[in-house]
């Protein structure tokens, strides 16, 4: 069985941010592309997708007008070679929103929740790449032995592009940063 077989051609070769910026929004779904390589993402579970819209919902409502908080779309890392992630939670700034693609610049604060599989990629090489594009706030959300979401927020050292630890909350998020948001995620 030949690569070809187990996946088109145009995954075994970098793609270029132009190229990228041709695909249909269809085929850009459940992809991110890291230094240029396209990594297929596998379907969340219910339970990642709720909990991501619950997130992006509160969000959204305590923002305020200048914020939107939404689910599944790219955040144009870097261009050369092309990094496209895809958070499960992004709060960007309401004006930039039709300028794609949203950049690190518009966004204030990217979710990732974490699903098998994924731990490695949202516990060390999401973080990093986030801090390194200057993105202020983290936050990876972890299913818990009780059940309860455990939420690990993190906080952008400006001059060292690293994230500092921040608060944990379990079941209800009491954050102040970005800014005062309470979320019941004890339901779920």
Not at 9 to 14: L, N
Not at 162 to 172: E, I, K, N, P, W
């Amino acid at each position: 069985m030949t690569a070809e077989m187990i996946a088109p051609a145009w995954m075994h070769a970098q793609v270029t941010a132009e190229q990228y910026d041709s695909w249909s929004e269809e085929q850009c779904m459940g992809i991110e592309v890291v230094d240029g390589m396209v990594v297929v993402s596998p379907s969340a579970s219910k339970r990642h997708n709720r909990l991501a819209r619950i997130l992006a919902n509160a969000l959204d409502t305590t923002a305020g007008p200048d914020w939107n908080a939404d689910t599944d779309f790219d955040v144009r890392l870097q261009d050369v070679p092309l990094t496209n992630r895809r958070p499960d939670v992004v709060v960007y700034r309401a004006e930039t929103l039709d300028i794609t693609p949203t950049r690190p610049e518009h966004v204030l604060l990217v979710v990732e929740v974490v699903s098998p599989g994924s731990e490695t990629t949202d516990r060390i090489v999401k973080v990093d790449q986030y801090a390194k594009a200057g993105i202020p706030f983290y936050w990876r959300v972890e299913q818990s032995v009780t059940g309860l979401p455990l939420v690990y927020t993190y906080l952008l050292d400006p001059a060292s592009r690293v994230y500092r630890d921040g608060d944990v909350f379990t079941g209800v998020v009491k954050a102040v940063a970005p800014f005062p948001v309470e979320i019941d995620l004890s339901t779920l």
